[in-house]
């Protein structure tokens, strides 16, 4: 039989060995446990984080594919996660943007991200100041106070190219020195050229030029644009009142400065033949189209508030051009001025 | 009733069994602690990788460019932060400010691309004790500017780099960061290796090959904001 004190020595033997062996196991759960933890929750995080990105971009697809509209909410399979994503207008905070967030849960526990992106639409040609549906040779001085979209390569010379905006050019390689304020995209895919039809022009117009001179155009009272009809080649200068299109069946030579009478004023051209800036222009205003080609003649050419639309842009003089981005801002603009690719 | 000795078969038993178990309860302890040392090592190797690795990445992905810029044969990685960016450090502080989103866009291109600007530039280079960039040696510095230029001895976030804005690193068992960059997919490709040593051979009694060494590579796009 052991006595007391015997069995207290025992007791305490083995409560020492049992609590050192007990801390040290805890320790090890538990160092192995945090690490365990903080590796998944690491690995949530990011699987979250990429899901969420594939789900953003299948949103932006399918609303610039037409597929879904704004606002909307929908939920995306993304490997064995379910986004639930909802898209809402951002315009009002900045145009152009979509608000975007996406809901996803992982292992219990909900993820929550959000971004704003941009309204992915194919762009209009009017959209940029100028607009090259083919390759483009710069043979004299370019400023453009805005963006330029050159379906095609641009030619190297030594002329200074500047452009304060987007540079983009479905060519690989631009060899040449140019100044690009924003980001200059090489290898962009190309944006549509829509193409023209006389016929509904005919038809909506309510005043045909007889004459081939109009110096001082006046589209008349009242903020509808109006349509005018030429047949012909015709020559314009001087002054523009009022708001409207000009559609010509023919060539247009922008034969003297044109300028506008007001702020609110506004001038489209729309020609199915050559438009041509005469010696005597040297600055002038409108948006201008043309699916043959866009000449310049005059040793600086300068379009003060508009935009160019042309297959080809020969340039024989220095031009400038400032962006009138008013059917960028507004695109229900483009359907009332009779834009090409907006109306009919 | 008379009292009564052990006898010493007893005695010997109770040696022979309190020694067995001594001896195993000891072998026991020391497995344990040994591998709670190797634990500890590995886990603060693989944490600390892991935890460069999500820093640089969380910077380089809300990032408009990157570079890597080289003096002295010594490189740093530097990247351009979106102008919104909330990546980078707290002027006041020196510590990073809790924001997990990537920043807004400034303007939206023809496109609908989002358009950032750029913004402070933060560089991460290994360097010596000093973190001045150029030198060699196995501290990894974080630095930002507002410039284009090669970062000094101000631009150190001492916040990032050191335990309590000065004194040790606060990556003790890296011993390498390295990255290439691929400019035309616009990613970075980073390694980073940690090796911390456990006590045995912290005291002299373990060989190197005890180290627990943990060595994770990872490719991070910086944003795609035009295509």
């Given at each position: 039989m052991r006595s007391r004190r015997q069995r207290g020595s025992v007791m305490l033997f083995v409560l020492v060995m049992v609590g050192m062996m007990t801390v040290a196991i805890l320790a090890t759960v538990e160092l192995t446990t945090s690490a365990a933890i903080l590796q998944n929750k690491r690995e949530a995080s990011a699987k979250t984080r990429l899901a969420f990105e594939g789900a953003v971009n299948r949103a932006l697809t399918e609303i610039r594919d037409g597929k879904s509209s704004v606002p909307d909410q929908r939920s995306y399979q993304i490997g064995d996660l379910d986004v639930k994503i909802d898209v809402t207008d951002n315009g009002a905070s900045m145009a152009k943007t979509y608000k975007i967030v996406g809901t996803t849960v992982f292992a219990g526990r909900e993820y929550i991200f959000e971004r704003i992106v941009g309204n992915r639409q194919n762009p209009t040609?009017?959209?940029?100041?100028v607009f090259v549906n083919e390759n483009f040779d710069p043979k004299k001085s370019i400023t453009i106070n805005g963006d330029m979209v050159v379906n095609g390569s641009i030619a190297s010379r030594t002329f200074p190219f500047n452009v304060s905006g987007d540079l983009e050019s479905s060519?690989?390689?631009?060899?040449f020195t140019a100044s690009v304020g924003a980001n200059t995209m090489l290898g962009a895919s190309k944006v549509n050229m829509p193409t023209v039809s006389s016929l509904p022009y005919i038809t909506a117009a309510l005043v045909t030029w007889a004459t081939g001179t109009v110096t001082n155009i006046v589209f008349g009272a009242g903020a509808e644009p109006k349509l005018i009809y030429r047949l012909g080649d015709v020559t314009i200068g001087g002054t523009v009142s009022g708001n409207g299109t000009i559609y010509v069946d023919g060539n247009v030579t922008i034969g003297s400065n044109l300028s506008y009478t007001s702020a609110s004023d506004r001038l489209v051209v729309i020609a199915t033949g050559k438009i041509t800036v005469g010696a005597a222009a040297t600055s002038f205003v409108g948006h201008y189209f043309t699916p043959t080609e866009f000449v310049t003649n005059a040793t600086t050419n300068n379009l003060t508030k508009g935009s160019i639309v042309s297959q080809k842009l020969t340039l024989n003089g220095a031009i400038q051009v400032t962006h009138d981005s008013y059917f960028w801002d507004d695109p229900t603009e483009g359907a009332k001025y009779r834009l090409p690719g907006m109306w009919p | 009733m008379a009292k009564r000795a052990f006898t010493l078969i007893e005695l010997l038993l109770a040696v022979a069994l309190t020694g067995m178990i001594l001896g195993v309860t000891i072998a026991t302890y020391a497995f344990t602690v040994t591998r709670l040392a190797q634990t500890t090592a590995r886990f603060t190797s693989t944490d600390q990788v892991r935890k460069v690795l999500d820093e640089v990445e969380d910077v380089v992905r809300d990032s408009v460019n990157v570079t890597v810029v080289s003096t002295a044969q010594n490189p740093g990685l530097k990247c351009t932060l979106a102008a919104d960016s909330k990546k980078a450090a707290d002027a006041a502080s020196s510590r990073l400010l809790a924001a997990d989103r990537l920043a807004n866009p400034i303007t939206i291109s023809k496109r609908g691309y989002e358009r950032h600007g750029s913004g402070k530039r933060v560089w991460f280079y290994m360097g010596d004790?000093?973190?001045?960039?150029?030198t060699a040696g196995a501290y990894l510095w974080r630095a930002e500017r507002n410039d284009d230029s090669n970062p000094t001895a101000a631009d150190r976030v001492m916040g990032w780099s050191n335990y309590y804005t000065s004194g040790g690193s606060r990556f003790p068992v890296l011993t390498g960061f390295t990255f290439s960059l691929d400019a035309v997919n616009r990613n970075v490709s980073m390694t980073a290796i940690g090796r911390s040593l456990w006590r045995d051979e912290r005291s002299?009694?373990?060989?190197?090959?005890?180290s627990q060494t943990f060595t994770e590579s990872r490719t991070v796009s910086w944003r795609h904001w035009f295509k």
């Open positions: 040609p009017f959209a940029y100041a060519g690989t390689t631009l060899s | 004790a000093s973190g001045n960039f150029g002299g009694t373990g060989s190197d090959g005890d």
